[in-house]
């Protein structure tokens, strides 16, 4: 199970920090990945983090995003900063090898 928080309504240039708390499987080793579904309605990866906090980027938040996770918390967060319009949708935590069971998101608007 995966609980997301922590969208809202933000400025052009402004930041975020989601979380998504994972439930129901042994966090620590499994590579976790953040991922945002907005236009053209398709879900897209955002980041990736695996164990010993190896991390990814889509070409379109790297240097911008950073994803980190807390294994003591079976947390995941991505820390979001100058936010861009095209930013927005909603975004989910979920497995990045077959991600399965997808959480209720946590939707993130860009807007002056």
């Known amino acids: 199970q995966f609980v997301e928080s922590g969208g809202g309504l933000v400025q052009p240039g402004g930041s975020l920090r989601l979380s998504c708390v994972a439930s129901g499987f042994n966090f620590r080793p499994v590579t976790m990945a953040w991922y945002r579904h907005g236009p053209p309605e398709q879900r897209e990866l955002v980041a990736k983090i695996a164990l010993g906090d190896v991390t990814d980027y889509a070409d379109f938040v790297r240097g911008r995003f950073t994803i980190s996770r807390d294994d003591a918390k079976n947390t995941v967060y991505l820390h979001m900063n100058d936010l861009k319009p095209s930013d927005m949708g909603v975004y989910y935590c979920?497995?990045?090898?077959?991600?399965?069971?997808w959480g209720q998101g946590t939707e993130v608007i860009v807007s002056s």
């Open positions: 979920n497995f990045f090898y077959s991600p399965t069971n």
